[in-house]
């Protein structure tokens, strides 16, 4: 039989006074009453109870075990009070880890998220490696490409491209590719964690797609590093949209191939699980979700 429920079975026994009143209080028949408590003494190998026909009363050891008993039910309640509270009620600590690429564009949601919810702390690492949720603990991970690990969750904020781009300065000396397979004629920047490797990936007009095996001099998992060697005219960058595009606005970096276009991807919010979700990471991923939504335009 469940232990707990034998404890507590136990114990309006001694309170009401007997098994009858306490068979009513818990509707619930005698019989499997009277089975908790065998139950419980069976495991104990002493008797709790003496039982006549009139009353019941307890033994020494069903005293102090009663007393015993008491206490861990009662912090047992307060445990479930206290869970139930911080379900519905905003605090704690809320652990994120993000890419330095899109800090900019949480920043003001983190900043909105503290004004909304005082009572929630924030501990937010940057950086780009590849973190274990679990062993590390986080919350939540934004990530700008799909999580190596499938039982994770992800939930889409925004789509969003990559860009292939270059300095002017650099096409004063190599010429402008026009197709994919031109592009394996250049010293290719390459992202560490771009999800294909060196096979990049475009799609042209029609939708059809076309990759190209790419080689450079080098890998880095930094995009703000490979942005600032392509301002320099050390290559050509399939960047994030999101890293360059002030860059384009500005006309430091020019935009290759425009009837190509870099397959699709999402930002997301990824977590550890989809059920029970802390109502500090769900608070937080409906405010990115609905602040992200607003980048939209741009992003795709």
């Known amino acids: 039989m469940d232990r707990l429920t034998s404890l507590m079975v136990f114990g309006r026994v001694v309170e009401c006074g ?73 605090r704690g600590t809320l652990k994120v880890y993000t890419s330095s690429a899109i800090v900019r564009f949480l920043l003001p ?24 949720m679990i062993e590390d603990g986080y919350d939540l991970v934004m990530r700008t490409v799909p999580p190596p690990d499938s039982s994770l969750v992800a939930r889409k904020l925004t789509p969003w491209r990559h860009m292939l781009v270059c300095s002017p300065a650099y096409f004063q000396s190599h010429p402008m590719p026009k ?58 960058f399939l960047a994030p949209s999101f890293v360059v595009f002030d ?19 999402n930002i997301n919010a990824v977590y550890p699980n989809r059920s029970h979700l802390p109502t500090k990471v769900r608070l937080f991923i409906d405010l990115l979700a609905e602040r992200f939504a607003e980048h939209r335009k741009w992003m795709t």
């Open 18 to 90: 007997g098994f009858s009143a306490a068979a009513r209080r818990l509707n619930m028949s005698v019989t499997m009453v009277g089975n908790h408590v065998q139950s419980l003494e069976d495991r104990l190998g002493v008797r709790l109870l003496n039982r006549t026909t009139r009353k019941v009363s307890l033994t020494e050891t069903g005293k102090y075990y009663y007393e015993r008993s008491s206490q861990i039910l009662a912090e047992l309640d307060e445990a479930d009070r206290t869970a139930g509270a911080l379900s519905t009620t905003p």
């Open 109 to 132: 949601v983190v900043s909105e998220f503290m004004e909304l919810y005082p009572s929630i702390s924030l501990d937010f690492s940057v950086g780009e490696r590849m973190v274990d």
């Open 179 to 236: 197709t994919p397979a031109e592009v394996a004629d250049h010293n290719c920047l390459q992202y560490a964690y771009y999800p294909y490797g060196d096979e990049w990936r475009f799609e042209d007009g029609e939708g059809n797609k076309e990759s190209v095996k790419i080689s450079g001099n080098v890998v880095s998992n930094s995009a703000e590093m490979l942005r600032f060697l392509t301002l320099t005219g050390r290559g050509i």
């Open 247 to 265: 860059d384009i606005a500005e006309g430091r970096l020019v935009k290759i191939m425009p009837d190509y276009r870099p397959v699709e991807f």
